[in-house]
């Protein structure tokens, strides 16, 4: 089995450290040399899924400013291994002291004690927490970058928070100044006055000291029609491979996704048109801009689906592992009532580093 903290054939990134360690952190090996990379841009990314910067996440606050110790020079890739650091600076360990003994119902606490012979992290969550999702985040702003020069931009919103929904991202074409607006915002949304009721939802949860999950959409425009292969080789599976990656995540769904089940051939199927241009283009898009595991020049689209936030204060049943005993458990800590804000600009992050990854893979990445 590869090692699961690693990820990539051409593009890897390999992601260390625990929630309440002293640091985490993110190694990119296989960027192209003299890529410059703006810092300004990637802090901006950051500061998206940083905590503790609005109501509807944890109230921990980390600065999540990233430090490159290696791989850069004068702003600019050098080729080798680009290593990144964020500091860990407020952390309450003896918080989690209880959950050795008795796992959060919903979280990893207990296959973790299986997998790992009681000797796994439980504090914040150790190395299964949201919190490296941070690193996501910086290598994911880092590929952005390189992405943006080719021509190809990444944005999502935030689709779903429990029973309220967002309006769906135009097509067949997702223009980019949407994309350039979503991918700037903490809370990013399409519809009027949909954020209000999201945020009354959260905030519903919060006070009942429980959390509600939800559904974020992202789209990627400019990638060309040929990536990928059949089978195993392809485009979904590269993408669902990083997207699953990212804790909370329990559903992946490209282009018209489970919809299209219930649709027919004929209103399925994506005619093909010639542009003003002369490309090759559909009339609509619900194969999500890939057939056959390859791309087809159309925008990428895709949704994850988010569960509800596993660690809730409300009192739970759980066991006592040491004892083998039914025991109920109340969660201290501090947790987000609701992470679909903050899993946007980590998908977008994900997508990043695999369509930089899928140009890689195909030769296909342009000076």
């Known amino acids: 089995m590869a090692a699961s903290s690693v990820w990539g054939t051409n593009l890897r990134i390999s992601i260390f450290g625990e929630s309440h360690g002293p640091a985490v952190g993110v190694v990119i090996d296989g960027l192209p040399a003299g890529e410059p990379i703006d810092r300004d841009a990637l802090l901006a990314q950051m500061a998206r899924r940083a905590p503790g910067r609005d109501k509807s996440s944890t ?59 009681g000797c796994n992290d439980v504090r914040g969550g150790g190395h299964f927490s949201g919190r490296l999702t941070s690193c996501l985040c910086a290598a994911g702003a880092v590929c952005r970058q390189i992405l943006e020069r080719r021509g190809i931009h990444i944005g999502s919103h935030v689709a779903a928070v429990g029973p309220v929904r967002d309006a769906v991202l135009p097509g067949p074409e997702v223009p980019q100044e949407l994309l350039h607006r979503l991918s700037e915002a903490y809370f990013p949304v399409i519809g009027e006055g949909v954020e209000e009721q999201m945020r009354a939802v959260i905030e519903e949860a919060r006070m009942a000291r429980d959390s509600v999950g939800g559904i974020v959409e992202c789209a990627v425009t400019g990638l060309p029609a040929g990536l990928g292969g059949p089978l195993f080789g392809g485009v979904e599976s590269l993408f669902s491979s990083i997207l699953f990656g990212i804790p909370a995540v329990k559903g992946v769904e490209f282009g018209e996704g489970f919809g299209a089940a219930s649709l027919r051939g004929s209103e399925n199927n994506d005619p093909y048109t010639v542009a003003e241009n002369g490309e090759i283009r559909t009339v609509s898009n619900h194969a999500g801009g890939i057939l056959g595991g390859i791309t087809t020049g159309m925008p990428l689209v895709f949704r994850i689906a988010v569960k509800p936030t596993a660690s809730i204060s409300q009192k739970q049943r759980s066991v ?38 899928l140009l890689l893979l195909n030769g296909a990445l342009r000076p």
């Open 59 to 117: 109230p921990r606050k980390e600065a999540d400013t990233p430090e490159f110790l290696s791989g850069m020079l004068n702003g600019r890739t050098t080729g080798a291994p680009l290593c990144i650091v964020i500091q860990n600076t407020n952390t309450r360990s003896g918080d989690y002291a209880n959950l050795m003994q008795v796992p959060r119902p919903g979280h990893s606490d207990y296959p973790a004690y299986i997998h790992y012979h």
């Open 320 to 357: 006592d592992l040491q004892i083998r005993s039914e025991t109920e458990l109340e969660v201290h800590g501090r947790h987000d009532p609701c992470i679909v804000p903050r899993a946007a600009p980590v998908a977008e992050s994900a997508a990043a580093v695999a369509a930089l990854e």
